[in-house]
């Protein structure tokens, strides 16, 4: 098991394939952990070095008392690389993952070589929604937001037809610490980056599931607007839609990665813990 001691917490993580080669480091959703993105690596890991970490309150990191703030979460990010020697890495994140990942790239353009940011916005929900989500959840758990979580994760087609995987989902969101939960839900109230997107000049490819209702097609197509040779990618899933639609996904992301200017994918030397 990895864990790197970063900002005062212990950051579970682990990586898969030719630590020499380009990185990739994976952000994972709101109430997931880093397996979301197990349906990724067969693609991926014999021409990239995947790194793969639990984000503040999830999974197997820590959980230090909230609220958190999406900049807190994203300085994990970067004390992880700093811990694993790596100067600049690419980054792929979904939902609250692709919140982090836009910030990166406005604040710490210097880390990061490229960005795939999925099912996200600049400003995801409402603040009021957000904090009463983590009030409810700090006073009965996690149980009733699990169920309800398959109508905003799944279209009702893929809940239909794969029950199993998206009930491992669900318990592993119901055996989640709701101070994690909730702390999250906190940084995600107050993070607004509609003002300052339009400052990200790294490549960029910006994911949408057109059946998402959580973060919508239309938030997808204002990021395009601010983010100057964006690619926007329109895929048929729900809010996970790396994982309901993963063929075309991973299609997507090896097109990206595979027409990055070669400069972008020039890594500087590291080595890995």
Same mark, same amino acid.
């Given at each position: 098991?990895?864990?790197?001691? #970063?900002?005062? %917490?212990?950051?579970?993580?682990?990586?898969?394939?030719?630590?020499?080669?380009? =990185? %990739?480091?994976?952000?994972?959703?709101?109430?997931?952990?880093?397996?979301?993105?197990?349906?990724?690596?067969? %693609?991926?890991?014999?021409?990239?070095?995947?790194?793969?970490?639990?984000?503040?309150?999830?999974?197997?990191?820590?959980?230090?008392?909230?609220?958190?703030?999406?900049?807190?979460?994203?300085?994990?990010?970067?004390?992880?690389?700093?811990?694993?020697?790596?100067?600049?890495?690419?980054?792929?994140? #979904?939902?609250?993952?692709?919140?982090?990942?836009?910030?990166?790239? %406005?604040?710490?353009?210097?880390?990061?070589?490229?960005?795939?940011?999925?099912?996200?916005?600049?400003?995801?929900?409402?603040?009021?929604?957000?904090?009463?989500?983590?009030?409810?959840?700090?006073?009965?758990?996690?149980? @009733?937001?699990?169920?309800?979580?398959?109508?905003?994760?799944?279209?009702?087609?893929?809940?239909?037809?794969?029950?199993?995987? =998206?009930?491992?989902?669900?318990?592993?969101?119901?055996?989640?610490?709701?101070?994690?939960?909730?702390?999250?839900?906190?940084?995600?109230?107050?993070?607004?980056?509609?003002?300052?997107?339009?400052?990200?000049?790294?490549?960029?490819?910006?994911?949408?599931?057109?059946?998402?209702?959580?973060?919508?097609?239309?938030?997808?197509?204002? @990021?395009?607007?601010?983010?100057?040779?964006?690619?926007?990618?329109? #895929?048929?899933?729900?809010?996970?839609?790396? #994982?309901?639609?993963?063929?075309?996904?991973?299609?997507?992301?090896?097109?990206?990665?595979?027409?990055?200017?070669?400069?972008?994918?020039?890594?500087?030397?590291?080595?890995?813990?």
């Amino acid at each position: 098991m990895s864990i790197a001691h #970063i900002n005062g %917490i212990d950051v579970f993580y682990l990586t898969d394939g030719d630590p020499h080669k380009p =990185v %990739i480091i994976f952000s994972n959703s709101l109430g997931t952990d880093h397996s979301m993105w197990d349906g990724q690596l067969e %693609i991926l890991r014999r021409d990239f070095y995947l790194i793969r970490y639990d984000t503040r309150g999830h999974g197997l990191t820590a959980t230090p008392k909230g609220p958190y703030t999406i900049e807190q979460l994203a300085n994990d990010v970067l004390g992880l690389l700093d811990y694993l020697s790596i100067d600049k890495a690419m980054f792929c994140g #979904i939902s609250m993952g692709g919140l982090i990942g836009q910030w990166l790239a %406005i604040h710490a353009p210097q880390r990061i070589e490229a960005l795939v940011i999925a099912n996200t916005a600049p400003k995801i929900g409402t603040e009021a929604a957000w904090i009463e989500r983590a009030a409810l959840v700090r006073k009965q758990g996690l149980s @009733i937001i699990a169920e309800s979580a398959p109508s905003r994760w799944f279209s009702p087609e893929f809940f239909g037809l794969y029950p199993k995987a =998206v009930n491992e989902l669900l318990v592993n969101l119901k055996n989640m610490n709701p101070e994690g939960y909730a702390s999250c839900c906190e940084a995600l109230a107050v993070e607004d980056l509609r003002e300052s997107i339009s400052k990200i000049t790294i490549p960029t490819l910006n994911i949408s599931g057109t059946k998402d209702p959580v973060t919508t097609l239309s938030d997808a197509q204002y @990021i395009q607007s601010q983010i100057q040779h964006s690619q926007l990618s329109e #895929i048929s899933a729900s809010h996970i839609s790396n #994982i309901e639609a993963e063929d075309e996904f991973n299609n997507v992301l090896k097109k990206f990665f595979a027409n990055l200017p070669k400069k972008e994918l020039e890594i500087q030397n590291h080595e890995s813990n």
